[in-house]
Nanobody
Framework: VQLQASGGGLAQPGGSLRLSCTAS????????VGWFRQAPGKEREGVAC???????KEYADSVKGRFTISSDNIRTVFLQMNKLKPEDTAVYYC????????????????WGQGTQVTVSS
């Protein structure tokens, strides 16, 4: 099982980026998926999660209205990030949970490697 995150890079404040997370060895149709981020010197936080089976979605207050999580329900999860702020700068990780829905790290079974997002002018 492998999750591969991509799409990070440098964006200006107010700009957009779209992260992708592609799964191999599992079908996301049976998993809850999440995006997390970790900024330098800070703990990792869950920013968004989605149930591919039931359509539930949840966002951290810091990204609500700016970030959107979506999935093709088979292999790929996306995180559309709009109106980016410098405080969104972090390494972003995707994760998959077979049994639970939420933004807590401990419920996730599989993790992708991180992709760096830097928001700076």
């Amino acid at each position: 099982v492998q999750l591969q995150a991509s799409g990070g890079g440098l964006a200006q404040p107010g700009g957009s980026l779209r992260l992708s997370c592609t799964a191999s060895g599992l079908s996301l149709a049976y998993y809850n998926v999440g995006w997390f981020r970790q900024a330098p010197g800070k703990e990792r936080e869950g920013v968004a999660c989605a149930s591919t089976r039931y359509g539930n979605k949840e966002y951290a207050d810091s990204v609500k209205g700016r970030f959107t999580i979506s999935s093709d329900n088979i292999r790929t999860v996306f995180l559309q990030m709009n109106k980016l702020k410098p405080e969104d700068t972090a390494v972003y990780y995707c994760a998959a949970s077979l049994s639970s829905f939420g933004r807590e790290e401990y419920i996730y079974d599989y993790w992708g490697q991180g992709t760096q997002v830097t928001v700076s002018s």
